[in-house]
């Protein structure tokens, strides 16, 4: 049982380049949740799916898409990466929409 | 101001040593609390769910007050193994809409 697993553990683009962080998790959980977390601003809701085929924008969606490809796997797409986008990127999962079980992090630069 | 306010840190305690942290919530419609741990460089991990008449686990124990939107955690004998970073959650709109406090970091020194 592997939990939430994210791909890729590390990447560094160039401005304007796209780029896909796949996410998936093995509870049968019908939420999942892309957060960013930046020094001292704590995690940030980029975007959240409460169950299969359903998406909406958390805090901070600007320059970033999401697709709920089936109840395991919630991705997040930069279309033009940017720098301010330089962050650590956590997905997470909650059966009921409250505790959150996250993965690992993908720690991405924008130079 | 932002939606959940944490005490800054860092919190610098000997080993055994009580330590509280404080948190304040603006939207009075939130419906479930939490804390999380984070250790340095990876993910946040829930250490407990935070209930209306307060609740205890172990040494650590969390307190809701809804009138004043404060929450707390006490932790009590603190170990060197508490030392990390401690979020305040608050989730809004069903459950789905998940605010984090910026965290507060806690050394714990032998």
């Known amino acids: 049982n592997a939990g939430v697993t994210q791909t890729p553990k590390f990447q560094v683009l160039k401005t304007g380049q796209s780029m896909t962080l796949q996410c998936a998790q093995d509870m049968n959980h019908n939420s999942m949740y892309w957060y960013r977390q930046d020094p001292g601003m704590g995690l940030r809701l980029i975007y959240y799916?409460?169950?299969?085929?359903?998406?909406d924008k958390g805090e901070v969606p600007n320059g970033y898409n999401v697709s709920r490809l089936n109840k395991r796997e919630f991705s997040l797409r930069l279309e033009s990466a940017a720098p301010s986008q330089t962050s650590v990127y956590f997905c997470a999962s909650s059966e009921n929409g409250y505790e959150q079980y996250f993965g690992p992090g993908t720690r991405l630069t924008v130079t | 101001r932002k939606e959940v306010e944490q005490d800054p840190g860092p919190f610098n305690v000997p080993e055994g040593a009580t330590v509280a942290f404080n948190c304040t919530y603006s939207?009075?419609?939130?419906?479930?609390f939490f804390w999380y741990r984070q250790d340095c460089r990876k993910e946040p991990k829930l250490l407990m769910s935070?209930?209306?008449s307060g609740n205890e686990d172990g040494r650590f124990t969390a307190q809701l007050n809804r009138a004043s939107q404060y929450i707390s955690l006490l932790i009590r004998d603190s170990k060197l193994s508490d030392s990390a970073t401690y979020l305040c959650?608050?989730?809004?709109?069903?459950?789905?809409?998940?605010?984090f406090g910026a965290g507060t970091r806690l050394f714990v020194k032998a």
């Open positions: 935070v209930y209306s």
């Open positions: 939207n009075s419609a939130s419906q479930s």
């Open positions: 799916s409460a169950s299969e085929g359903t998406t």
């Open positions: 959650v608050v989730n809004v709109d069903g459950g789905f809409k998940t605010i």
